[in-house]
């Protein structure tokens, strides 16, 4: 998709469709108080061209509602397409990404390649943000997962253009596109991984792919495998791949700024992490397929498993933003792929582990494999520098029972850690609930034979006590883990988003790194 902006009066643009927002201006309730929508946008033909059906109620102007009008008088744009962005007290940049989204989703499946989108001119919207919200918005809408069919039409919408008003500040609005390119190819870059099935797509495969994302961005990398797991005695990683064919994969991406010095690197029990030099370690599960190992899953929705690599897809996708974006942070980037499957040499419930860290896990259920890799994951990345840390990962189906598939988990040992990946939440506009860590959960995973089990037994919590679990990993250093299970796909296509990958936790990561 090829995108750009446009200062040109909005009526005088000729394309073969012009998507409009409209917001619902009407405060009161009740069943008397109609919709009021207003369009947002101050070119008078515009206004006028939609005039009749505003005024018809046919039209709510609800969040990603649309309505098309062919041949729109006294405007050159062949459509006129009105985009719903919800009630005014409730219009955000964040509904300007799915008004974009929403608008492409519209325009691919009816054979339109292209489209101008109308930057909403209100005060609540500041405009950069809305033009990168728009792109990524524009750039995710155009994703779909159907890569495999064979009678796959290529509807993509080849040119999105952002209209503007001419008096807008252009240097900072094209500075804003650019960064949405970015982030929204990261983004979608993310769901292609994520969506490739299990066959396709091997703990070695995942690291070609990361490599060569890595060679084309200027990231630094290396993609180890069994040996280099044993070198480092990586035990909990190791375990979980010994049932498979196919070979682990320790990806490591960095991203080392010029001017950016190397340390001092912080002693994790500094009091005051803003006194050295950051790095920030990104660790990300790469399970390729999840079949639970010996625990083994139930039939039912096992396909889904090919997903369970979306925290590290995440972590790649981020790694691929934050090396065009360029921060004055270094960032390590760690991905633990392997594959859960039972096997005769497949690890059984009872067995007990060595972690890199020295720490001994009881093995319950082979099933909660995605803490064995991260435990190593995160050791790694302490062990490379990593002075602050998070990770991400389809790691519970407790977490979806928690909080459903509207918020994803969040979980930290360190509050002006979690401070800043709250900020964060503000600018990517994803959703993540902070969730209770505690003395509590951690007398759950306690082992009689062991140091650690890796399940919390009856006593429910489960997303709970699986952090708690990394955290016994993470130690002393600030760390935030990410409970992706329930977000990373999307089980009912929307009107700005297809069913399938989506790509959760991208933008918030980068954004927390961008913090730094
Ligand atoms: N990959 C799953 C978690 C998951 C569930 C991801 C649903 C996406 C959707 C994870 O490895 C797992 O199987 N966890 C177990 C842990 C249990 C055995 C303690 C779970 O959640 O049931
Ligand atoms: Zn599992
Ligand atoms: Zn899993």
């Known amino acids: 998709m090829r995108t750009q902006l446009s200062f040109a009066s909005l009526a005088g643009i000729e394309t073969e469709l012009l998507a409009v927002t409209a917001i619902d201006t009407q405060t009161a309730k ?16 515009v206004q006028a061209a939609a005039a009749a059906v505003l005024s018809s109620g046919e039209f709510k102007a609800g969040a990603n509602e649309t309505l098309l ?6 405007v050159a744009a062949k459509r006129l397409l009105l985009v719903g962005l919800g009630k005014q007290a409730k219009a955000t940049v964040h509904g300007v990404r799915s008004a974009a989204g929403t608008a492409v989703r519209f325009t691919k499946p009816r054979g339109i390649r292209e489209l ?12 950069a943000a809305a033009t990168r919200a728009a792109v990524e918005g524009a750039l995710v809408g155009d994703f779909d997962p159907d890569t495999y069919r064979s009678d796959r039409k290529d509807q993509s919408v080849q040119s999105f253009t952002l209209a503007a008003p001419a008096n807008s500040d252009k240097t900072a609005l094209e500075a804003a596109l650019a960064e949405g390119v970015i982030v929204g190819e990261s983004q979608n870059f993310t769901r292609s991984l994520v969506n490739e099935p299990g066959n396709k797509l091997t703990p070695r495969i995942l690291g070609q792919r990361a490599a060569a994302m890595a060679e084309e961005v200027g990231l630094k990398w290396e993609v180890h495998s069994t040996e280099k797991l044993h070198e480092l005695k990586m035990g909990a990683f190791w375990s979980v791949s010994q049932g498979s064919e196919e070979p682990p994969a320790l990806i490591v991406l960095r991203y080392e700024p010029e001017g950016v010095s190397d340390g001092p690197v912080l002693h994790p029990t500094d009091k005051d992490p803003s006194a050295g030099t950051p790095v920030l370690g990104l660790v990300g599960k790469g399970i390729t397929f999840d079949t639970g190992g010996i625990s083994i899953k139930p039939a039912d929705n096992m396909e889904k498993m090919k997903y369970d690599m979306a925290g590290g897809a995440a972590m790649i996708g981020a790694m691929r933003a934050i090396a065009l974006l360029k921060p004055k942070v270094r960032v390590i980037g760690i991905v633990c792929a392997a594959e859960n499957m039972p096997d005769g040499k497949a690890q059984k419930p009872g067995d007990v582990q060595t972690a890199m860290s020295g720490k001994t896990i009881e093995i319950i259920n082979t099933d909660a494999e995605g803490r064995l890799v991260l435990a190593d994951g995160l050791t790694y990345a302490k062990q490379l520098g990593a002075t602050h840390l998070i990770d991400a990962a389809t790691l519970t189906g407790a ?6 598939m509207i918020n994803a988990g969040g979980f930290s040992n360190d509050d002006a850690t979690w401070a800043k990946f709250d900020g964060a939440l ?22 009689d ?27 002393d250093t600030p760390w935030i883990h990410l409970d992706i299970a329930g977000l990373a796909w999307v089980e009912d296509s929307k009107p700005y988003i297809a069913k399938g990958p989506s790509g959760v936790a991208v933008r918030s990561i980068l954004e927390w790194v961008r913090s730094y």
């Open 30 to 45: 009740g069943p008397e108080a109609r919709p009021q929508p207003v369009l947002l946008t101050a070119d008078n033909a």
């Open 116 to 127: 101008v989108f109308a930057l909403p001119v209100a005060d609540a919207i500041a405009a």
């Open 69 to 74: 009008l062919h041949a729109p008088a006294g």
């Open 399 to 404: 977490c979806v029972v928690a909080l459903g």
């Open 449 to 475: 034979i062991g140091d650690i089990k890796n399940t919390g037994g009856r006593g429910g919590g489960g997303a709970c006590t699986a952090a708690e679990f990394l955290k016994v990993f993470a130690e």
């Open 426 to 447: 503000a600018t990517s506009g994803e959703k993540f609930w902070r969730m209770p860590l505690g003395e509590e959960y951690a007398e759950q995973i306690k082992s």
